[in-house]
């Protein structure tokens, strides 16, 4: 069977990234390789609260990826397939950590493709050095007083100092 090409692969990484962390670098990084074009999507997921403001996580995102051309940053506050359909894409790109992950994942991607059929969520399994790491926990640590570096980027780590700038003994 042949395929038609429909022109550059587009694929929307949509996340709370709150905040972004070096487990949702690596799989933009390896998505990009795939990919011609990722936009990383901080969607809003009404099961959470946040720390970061949509701004300011856009911007921890763009600062991280400032020089490659294939990633743009964006925010959506409503449903993640009219982001799609407006932006033309019809790929949704999705880390998978731990099992844990996989029935949240596949409830998502199955609810998303029940709106709109020609909507596809491609996986990446986690790196191996991040297969424990989350927004949630790198928050809950550092809001403790733990050590958090080397499991986000520099510009996050020094932005949760700020958020938690009590919080300093064992950093
Ligand atoms: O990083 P998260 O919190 O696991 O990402 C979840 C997110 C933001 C991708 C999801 O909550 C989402 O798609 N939100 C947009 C609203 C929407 O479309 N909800 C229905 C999902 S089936």
Redesign the pocket.
């Known amino acids: 069977m042949t395929q038609e090409k429909t022109g550059s692969k587009i694929a929307i990484y949509?996340?709370?990234?709150?905040p972004i962390t070096n487990g949702h670098v690596d799989i933009i990084k390896r998505g990009s390789r795939i990919f011609d074009k990722i936009i990383v999507l901080v969607?809003?997921?009404?099961?959470?609260s946040f720390l970061f403001s949509v701004e300011e996580r856009c911007q921890l995102i763009r600062e991280i990826f400032k020089d490659c051309g294939c990633i743009q940053v964006d925010s959506?506050d409503?449903?993640?397939?009219?982001y799609l359909q407006k932006s033309g894409a019809s790929t949704i790109l999705?880390g998978m950590r731990a099992l844990s992950d996989f029935e949240?994942e596949f409830?998502?991607a199955l609810?998303?493709r029940r709106q709109t059929k020609n909507i596809e969520t491609v996986f990446l399994m986690s790196g191996f050095r991040w297969f424990f790491t989350s927004?949630n926990i790198i928050k809950e640590v550092a809001s403790l007083g733990g050590t958090v570096r080397g499991l986000v980027p520099d510009n996050v780590y020094q932005r949760l100092l700020e958020k938690y700038p009590n919080k300093n003994n064992r950093r």
């Open positions: 949509p996340g709370s990234f709150d969607a809003y997921n009404p099961r959470k959506h409503g449903l993640l397939i009219d999705r949240y409830q998502m609810m998303n927004s």
